[in-house]
T-cell receptor
Framework: AQRVTQPEKLLSVFKGAPVELKCNYSYSGSPELFWYVQYSRQRLQLLLRHISRESIKGFTADLNKGETSFHLKKPFAQEEDSAMYYCALSPLSGSRLTFGEGTQLTVNP | GAGVSQTPSNKVTEKGKYVELRCDPISGHTALYWYRQSLGQGPEFLIYFQGTGAADDSGLPNDRFFAVRPEGSVSTLKIQRTERGDSAVYLC?????????????????FGSGTRLTVV
């Protein structure tokens, strides 16, 4: 069975502060990990995925297989980063995504 | 169209009624997915189509739920004898099979969802 855990439902930081959204997963094989974001009144969209090792909008996430984590980080949060963030997992051989419950990030001015 | 289109955007129905939710994927996308998102939860997988056939329907909660994709493009999620617990946002996503070899889940595009309320 595959499972994604996001321990924080709500996270609030001030503009310019570092932010880290936690994600832990359980899966017996080698999964592919993703972060999706949903801005207010917009549809769910892909933010980044571990396989591409890219930085999007200043966010990065490193897959730590030893700790089974895929935390999302940004060194200097911006107000426009306020949104709901979902961590998601997919088996490399399959295509269904399993999502965490999400973390609502609020960046205060 | 340019994106995944879902209709209606909102649906209010009475307990026990039948509803149909429609998803129009991106043209040419062979894979189509349905998810359900309850309040305060992440999206939950329901069913996945590859072309016209359901490749994985293990997420359908019970036999009141059924989905079709007869021509390999538009899909309809059907819910019989609706219950209040069915109230949720139903999300549809599509993906091009061609992306699968390059980026396993790259190219998932989600629709805006249908908010179903059963009263």
């Amino acid at each position: 069975a595959q499972r994604v855990t996001q321990p924080e439902k709500l996270l609030s930081v001030f503009k310019g502060a570092p932010v880290e959204l936690k994600c832990n997963y359980s899966y017996s094989g080698s999964p592919e990990l993703f972060w999706y974001v949903q801005y207010s009144r917009q549809r769910l969209q892909l933010l980044l995925r571990h396989i591409s090792r890219e930085s999007i909008k200043g966010f990065t996430a490193d897959l730590n297989k030893g700790e089974t984590s895929f935390h999302l980080k940004k060194p200097f949060a911006q107000e426009e980063d306020s949104a709901m963030y979902y961590c998601a997992l997919s088996p490399l051989s399959g295509s269904r995504l399993t999502f965490g419950e999400g973390t609502q990030l609020t960046v205060n001015p | 169209g340019a994106g995944v289109s879902q209709t209606p955007s909102n649906k209010v129905t009475e307990k026990g009624k039948y509803v149909e939710l429609r998803c129009d994927p991106i043209s040419g996308h062979t894979a189509l997915y349905w998810y359900r998102q309850s309040l305060g939860q992440g999206p939950e997988f329901l069913i996945y189509f590859q072309g016209t056939g359901a490749a994985d329907d293990s997420g359908l909660p019970n036999d009141r739920f059924f989905a079709v994709r007869p021509e390999g493009s538009v899909s309809t999620l059907k819910i019989q004898r609706t219950e209040r617990g069915d109230s949720a946002v139903y999300l549809c996503a599509s993906r091009s099979l061609g992306d699968r070899g390059l980026r396993f889940n790259y190219g998932y595009t989600f629709g805006s969802g249908t908010r179903l309320t059963v009263v």
